[in-house]
């Protein structure tokens, strides 16, 4: 039996390939500057795009939520977990929103696994954006639906799918694709995907978990971006990343939410969000619909930083987004700059298959409404020196 001899073979190899993912454990809160393994180091590498992770309303949502209701939600929510702060966070949230209603679950992957095997069976057909999350193709896993993988944001490459589904006799069809594609930071043409969907009769998903907070009003999201609430059937969200907390929703029409209530297994077989988390999301939700201010900033910095990045000759791909991908090529290349960053007091990490396709590894820079613009020269000045080094430019 060389059960553990494998794994560590295995592991070796993806050292030898620049794979291995190194992981960092942060010594003190989110914010633009951070104690990485003992260094202080410049954060580009978290989503806490509206720097919500550690900012005062939020806590104080948190910690008010604990006082009033403790630690813990103490059962399932279908059983005996459903706080009334659960229903006034999916109540709040639904208007923010301009959604009917929303289901709240512990994070943006099981809202996928939620929403996805509940609502496909085997009669059905899944159309998938061929760079999707994770999440989703886990989510489309659970099911035993037929499945067609469209070419990246190619809506003609949807349509033939889509016909084809519809030869081979799918009941439902359900087009799902990311909103803001995070290793790229480019954008679906949802208007166009939602525009071709209705054409077959199919149902319309976005995963927009790069796009909570970022896109549309006061960082509604995509759905809001491209004015698609009669549209898009279902939106799957986070609030992970720029909502700075942790958990995952479903936005749809009462009759869904319901549904989902009596068949979504996350839902039904674990526990929900603890008080702490739901009151900080509830703050978060909030401080948004009174203000886009951290929206603003947010662009600002990106539009600022990546018109510097690019102007040194750097290759930033598609993005139409702040976050900002440089890329390398080649993984050992990404991983060898990621180093020099963090030498030079910079975190910013190197992306590699699997989590991108092979030979296209990069550095992902995530830029936030946290960073100031002397962060943003400070980052720009070191990429310039590292990327000389290596003959990157
Ligand atoms: C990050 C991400 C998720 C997972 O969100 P969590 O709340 O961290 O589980 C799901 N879908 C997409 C598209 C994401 O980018």
């Known amino acids: 039996m060389n059960f553990y001899e494998d794994l560590k073979n295995e592991m070796e190899e993806l050292e030898e390939n620049g794979l291995l993912v190194t992981i960092r454990t942060l010594e003190t809160a ?10 202080k180091v410049l954060n580009m590498c978290s989503n806490n795009y509206l720097d919500f992770a550690n900012n005062e309303k939020l806590k104080k949502g948190a910690i008010e939520a604990i006082e009033k209701w ?25 208007e923010f929103k301009g959604a009917e209603d929303t289901l709240v679950v512990q994070s943006g992957f099981n809202a996928n696994q939620a929403v996805i095997p509940a609502i496909m069976g085997k009669e ?52 799902i694709t990311d909103g803001v594609f995070s290793m790229d930071g480019d954008i679906a043409p949802l208007d166009e995907i939602a525009k071709v969907s209705k054409k077959y009769n199919a149902l ?13 009003k006061n960082g509604r999201g995509i759905v809001d971006h491209f004015g698609l609430h009669d549209d898009v059937d279902i939106e799957v969200g986070t609030l992970s990343k720029a909502f700075g907390v942790v958990g995952g929703f479903i936005a749809g029409k009462k009759v869904l939410i319901k549904y989902l209530k009596q068949k979504a297994r996350p839902f039904l077989f674990s526990s929900s969000l603890s008080p702490a988390e739901t009151g900080a999301a509830l703050a978060a939700v909030r401080y948004l619909k009174e203000t886009g201010d951290p929206v603003k900033k947010l662009w600002d910095n ?11 000759g750097f290759d930033i791909g598609n993005t139409m987004t702040p976050i900002t991908p440089v890329m390398l090529y080649e993984a050992k290349t990404a991983k060898e700059f990621s180093k020099k ?13 699997p989590t991108v396709p092979r030979g296209k590894a990069r550095i992902r820079v995530m830029i936030s409404a946290s960073h100031s613009k002397e962060d943003l020269d400070f980052a720009i000045e070191k990429f310039e020196k590292i990327g000389k080094e290596l003959k990157v430019i």
């Open 341 to 353: 960053l963090y030498e030079q007091g910079i975190f910013a990490s190197a992306i590699g298959f």
């Open 30 to 39: 989110q914010g633009a500057w951070l104690n990485v393994d003992g260094k």
């Open 70 to 94: 403790g630690v813990g939600p103490g059962a399932v929510r279908s059983i005996a977990g459903t706080l009334e702060i659960h229903n006034k966070l999916e109540k709040e949230l639904a």
């Open 204 to 216: 319309v998903m976005v995963d927009d978990a790069h796009g909570e907070g970022v896109l549309g």
């Open 302 to 312: 990106g539009k600022y930083f990546q018109e510097k990045i690019k102007s040194l």
């Open 124 to 175: 059905d057909a899944i159309l998938s954006d061929e760079l999707n999350h994770a999440s989703i193709i886990d989510g489309v896993r659970l099911t035993k639906s037929k499945k067609y993988v469209w070419k990246h944001k190619d809506v003609a490459s949807l349509e033939e799918a889509l016909k084809k589904a519809d030869e081979e006799g799918a009941r439902r069809k359900l087009v």
